[in-house]
Nanobody
């Protein structure tokens, strides 16, 4: 059974930064494309970023391009999301997911002044 545990969320002011982490276990993390998605209050899940198994391909939703960076450490079974220049609209619960939709419990990111 896929096990994903997100961490690193919190309360930050607009313009601030956070680094989200996702610890993966119980599957072949280093062979799987991984994603970050988010869900804002009253909204559906929104795809944020994707990274291929070997980190040679990344993609981002337009609203975070140039501000967020997805990365991974296959030796440690870890996925990351570096978030800079955070905006109010980035407030959401962030989840790391596999391409099959398996995800963890999420980590709350709140951007507020």
């Amino acid at each position: 059974e896929v096990h994903l545990v997100e961490s690193g969320g919190g309360l930050v002011q607009p313009g601030g930064s956070l680094r989200l982490s996702c610890a993966a276990s119980a599957f072949s993390f280093n062979s799987r494309t991984m994603k970050w998605v988010r869900q804002s209050p009253g909204k559906g899940l929104e795809w944020v970023a994707t990274i291929s198994s070997g980190s040679d391909y990344t993609a981002y939703v337009d609203s975070v391009k140039g501000r967020f960076t997805i990365s991974r450490d296959n030796a440690k079974n870890m996925l990351f999301l570096q978030m800079n220049s955070l905006k109010l609209d980035d407030t959401a619960v962030y989840y790391c997911t596999t391409t099959f939709g398996e995800r963890g419990q999420g980590t709350q990111v709140t951007v507020s002044s």
